[in-house]
């Protein structure tokens, strides 16, 4: 989330960004509560100062005369009236904190200046492309053809015993998906990534401190009634959460974490052309990379992760595009977001989609989940997050499938996965 004070010295600004993002925050609600939270802080601060002159004062009394068994009395009144205004005192800058809290966590993060302004991801733009669309000299499939045919892919049966949008995969299908993993995590742990295999599951808290809303019809997430705690739709939950409550020593950042999981998401309201097969589905396995990093190195490590992501889909060959999140496409926590686009000849007249996306979240995600280091002067300040898909497996498969189909119905592999998976080409069983 935002700074307070940030908002309310950059109230004007923080408006404009919300209408750029087309979300529903009330930024002035939030600085009106926080003018608020000010001046009643600045009350209880002389009260519990005036209880603390009373009790001195109290003190000092023998109370052997008259007049200062009074004046002890008049004391004694003044402390309890005292101690009802300061409960009542707390007890309203409680209820006004906890509704100031509710208002700010609607705020988007700040985007970037050079994010391109627009509602959807018809309105990124293109800043470098990576080989050309391939073109067949016989009838291509798409993937979920190719992928019965080859007998590696299994809708239907998952239908069956699971609902839409689930999948098994088998035969080769299982050594392509532990194949990329594998090829993907040789090229992190050569960069100095450490791996972990996370829990598919985290407290609601946590998702809600990395930005994701864990309730409501709206909802990505799966939650699991009376536990408080969801499945992850994403190791960027799970990574992110790991040093929460935290105060990092400046001399361990930056931190370059690897996750392997599991990631569900109910895809509400997923819908199209281009949610068929295993472009959208309810579960899959993804490699995330996640970064914890100096406020002035973020942006650095944001193009590493950038790079990273282009040198893991070069290595495949398979042709695809870099565009710059727009404004309106970012989600809340993201300053900004790059994403790589595949090029998907099974697409209607072919198309790039989405395989990839990396952000910089600055200290947003930092302030809600409370991490911090400490500074050379000796302050707590929060650390900048980054996360960034190595391989979504799914959508990976998918590119594969389609740019890598020959005629004969089979499909090669790339060069690069060969000595991972054991064989060279798909074949028709």
Not at 111 to 134: C, M, Q, S, W
Not at 140 to 156: C, E, M, P, Q, Y
Not at 250 to 269: N, T, V
Not at 294 to 304: A, I
Request: proline share 4%.
């Amino acid at each position: 989330m935002l700074d307070y004070k940030f908002i309310a010295e950059n109230l004007t600004a923080v408006m404009a960004n919300i209408a750029d993002r087309f979300m529903k925050a009330d930024a002035e609600k939030a600085a009106n509560l926080y003018s608020r939270r000010t001046s009643l802080v600045t009350n209880l601060q002389q009260l519990q100062q005036n209880r603390n002159i009373n009790a001195a004062a109290m003190k000092k009394q023998n109370a052997k005369s008259p007049a200062e068994l009074a004046e002890r009395n008049a004391l004694i009144e003044e402390g309890k009236k005292l101690k009802d205004e300061i409960s009542a005192a707390e007890t309203e800058l409680s209820e006004v904190e906890k509704e100031l809290l509710e208002e700010v966590r609607k705020i988007p993060n700040m985007a970037h200046p050079d994010a391109p302004v627009g509602r959807e991801d018809k309105d990124n733009l293109e800043i470098k492309r990576v080989g050309e669309p391939i073109k067949f000299d016989f009838e291509s499939a798409d993937h979920v053809k190719l992928g019965h045919d080859l007998d590696i892919i299994d809708f239907d049966s998952a239908t069956k015993v699971s609902g839409v949008k689930f999948y098994y995969l088998k035969n080769q299908g299982v050594f392509l998906e532990l194949g990329l993993i594998r090829y993907a995590l040789d090229i992190l742990q050569k960069k100095g990534f450490t791996p972990y295999i996370t829990p598919d599951i985290a407290r609601e808290e946590i998702l809600e401190g990395i930005g994701f809303n864990p309730r409501g019809s709206e909802s990505n997430v799966y939650t699991l009634e009376g536990e408080g705690t969801c499945l992850v739709g994403t190791a960027e939950i799970t990574l992110g959460g790991y040093y929460s409550d935290t105060i990092l020593p400046k001399e361990k950042l930056p931190l370059r974490m690897a996750g392997l999981s599991h990631c569900f998401r109910r895809e509400a309201g997923a819908a199209g052309q281009f949610s068929k097969g295993l472009y959208r589905v309810h579960q899959f396995t993804k490699l995330e990379m996640f970064v914890y990093c100096l406020p002035e190195e973020s942006d650095r490590f944001h193009e590493e992760l950038r790079s990273i992501e282009e040198e893991i889909f070069q290595g495949l060959g398979i042709p695809f595009r870099v565009v710059d999140t727009c404004t309106g496409d970012l989600g809340a926590p993201a300053y900004r977001k790059y994403d790589l686009e595949a090029w998907m000849p099974g697409r209607a007249n072919g198309d790039w989609g989405e395989v990839t996306s990396t952000s910089n979240c600055t200290d947003y995600q930092a302030r809600r989940l409370n991490i911090r280091y400490k500074d050379s002067d000796g302050k707590n300040k929060y650390v900048h997050m980054l996360n960034g898909t190595a391989i979504a497996v799914s959508r990976a498969i998918i590119a594969i499938l389609e740019n890598f189909q020959q005629a004969d119905g089979s499909v090669r592999l790339p060069k690069v996965l060969i000595p991972y998976c054991g064989f060279d080409v798909i074949k028709k069983v």
